[in-house]
């Protein structure tokens, strides 16, 4: 197996913040969503996103913090239901993988196969996150205070400020979305970063 980046390598090659300083921001752009700690009992996280139930698509970023009290971006994402998105990614978090079987629905009892729960690549990369940092922060982006009012180009405002603040500030985990249902971060990456 390859070695893993340390905390120490991951910082100097990601742009590190102090997460309070968003909030001094004059455009009001950045809302905070929850913050939390590692230690912290993963049923007293409360996910605080206003008009949670007005769904359409919202923008959000996670910011780890170690002990010093730096942070850095993990992942920037969309969604038209950015809370219960949130929330499970809190729950891969903290949930540990468990070897369960399943049996069969005609045959009850006959155990047919066993299983992992909690152990796909997602539950992995966030699992990783929670022991590498101290803290973490989740921000709502409101996307007309953070972007120009031409600056989309004809793109999707939430696609085109998702990569735009990804690039800003080089989140560690994010990947452009495949190219579905008219997704275009890719190509939005491409004219943002030159790649």
């Known amino acids: 197996m390859n070695e893993l980046a340390d905390l120490q390598t991951i910082k100097e090659s990601c742009t590190c913040v102090k997460v309070d300083d968003f909030f001094r921001d004059q455009t009001g752009a950045f809302t905070k969503i929850c913050s939390f700690g590692t230690k912290e009992d993963v049923t007293k996280i409360k996910v605080d996103v206003q008009n949670a139930d007005d769904h359409y698509k919202r923008l959000w970023a996670l910011f780890g913090e170690d002990n010093s009290g730096q942070a850095i971006c993990l992942n920037v994402g969309s969604s038209n239901d950015i809370k219960t998105e949130i929330e499970d990614i809190i729950k891969m978090m903290y949930t540990e993988p468990e070897i369960r079987t399943k049996d069969s629905f005609f045959h009850k009892g006959m155990n047919i196969y066993n299983y992992i729960t ?13 022991e590498l940092f101290a803290c973490f922060t989740w921000i709502e982006i409101d996307v007309k205070k953070y972007l120009d009012e031409n600056e ?3 793109y999707d405002p939430t696609n085109y400020a ?3 603040f990804a690039s800003e500030w080089k989140a560690l985990l994010w990947n452009p979305a495949p190219a579905t249902n008219g997704n275009q971060e890719r190509e939005i990456s491409r004219k943002i970063n030159g790649k």
Do not use: A, I, P
Request: aromatic residues 16%; contains cysteine; charged residues 45%.
């Open 162 to 164: 998702e990569v735009k």
């Open 152 to 154: 989309t180009k004809g």
């Open 118 to 130: 909690y152990s796909d690549k997602n539950c992995f990369k966030y699992r990783r996150m929670k």
